[in-house]
C-alpha cells in the first residue's frame, strides 16, 4: 500500500497570520507531497511496498540509503509537524505539565528553551520536545534526522526550514518561532503523545 499525503488537521487559513494560508498550501500541498511522491517511487516494486512509514525509516536507515531516508523521514516529520500545531491557544495540563514543570521549572522555560534552540540551529532541521529516560527535553535534529523510530518519544516538534516561514517572517526566524510556540502548540497532541504505549504513527 502506498504511502499517502494525510490532510491537515485544520483548515489551510487557520494559523494566520503566524503561517499564512499560502504557506501551508505550499508547505503541504508541494513540499510535503513531494516527499510523499518521492517515497512511494523509490519503494514501488521492492520488500518495502506495503511497509509502515516508519519501518521504510528504519530500513533505509539500516541500508545507508540516503535518498528513501531523506523523503520517508521528511513525510513523517511534516505529518508529526501539522499536527504539533492547532488554531487555538492552549497550555499543558495533568501529567504533562507536571513533566514540563520537573523538567524545565515552568513552561515560559520551556517556551524560552524551545526558542533558543530553534534560533540557534544552523541551516535547515527540526526542535523537538521528546520524552527520554522518564523526562522531557528540548532536542535538535538536521535535515531529515528525525525522532520517528528509536528510543526517545516524541512529543511535539516545529520546522525550522526556511520554506516553513519565509513567506510570512522572511529571514526573521526568531518570530516565527515565537508565535508558534506562544501561540499554536498544539499540547493535546502533545499529551497523547506523553500517555501512549509507543510512538505516534503516521496515519495510514
Known sequence: MAITLP???YADTALEPTIS???LQTHHGKHHKA?????N???EGTDLADASLEDIIVAAEAKG?????NNSAQSWNHAFYWNSMAAETSAPEGELAAAIDSAFGSLEKL???LAAQGTAHFASGWVWLVA????LAVEQTHD??????????PLLIIDLWEHAYYLDHKNLRPAYLKAVIEKHLNWTFAAENLAREGNWTYPA
Open 35 to 39: 516527499y510523499v511522491d518521492k517515497t
Open 65 to 69: 540509503d540516503k535518498g528513501l531516508f
Open 21 to 23: 494560508a499560502t504557506t
Open 144 to 153: 531529515a534526522a528525525t525522532f520517528a523510530t528509536g528510543d526517545a518519544k
Open 132 to 135: 527520554k529516560g522518564g523526562k
Open 7 to 9: 490532510p491537515l488537521p
Open 111 to 113: 517556551q524560552e528553551e
Open 41 to 43: 517511487a523509490a519503494i
